[in-house]
């Protein structure tokens, strides 16, 4: 038996889906599929999602935000938060 035979299809109407959403996406993430219908027809279709491996661009660009920079004119190592923090960005 495969992997999406032993998955479960749920439909659920699009007003039970919004209110109780929290509930529906714990549906989707112990292995079921969930339907969203709209007046009994099927319109979209809710399924668990594989971890996505972060690319090395992603890496990068992440990394960027997360270095602190002074403005340009700003004296390097000034505290711009004034929290007392010491020593100089990365």
């Known amino acids: 038996m495969g992997e999406a035979a032993a998955k ?7 007003r039970e889906l919004k209110t109780q959403l929290s509930r529906w996406v714990q549906e989707v993430k112990q292995s079921s599929t969930v339907v969203a219908t709209h007046h009994g027809r099927p319109v ?7 971890p996505l491996a972060p ?5 990068r660009k992440a990394a960027k935000f997360t270095q602190w920079r002074p ?3 700003k ?3 000034a505290d711009p938060t004034g929290l007392g923090l010491t020593g100089s960005p990365l």
């Open 44 to 50: 979209a279709r809710h399924a668990g999602a594989a």
């Open 55 to 59: 690319s090395a661009k992603s890496a």
């Open 71 to 73: 403005a340009p004119g």
């Open 8 to 14: 479960s299809v749920r439909r659920v109407g699009i």
């Open 75 to 77: 004296q390097r190592g």
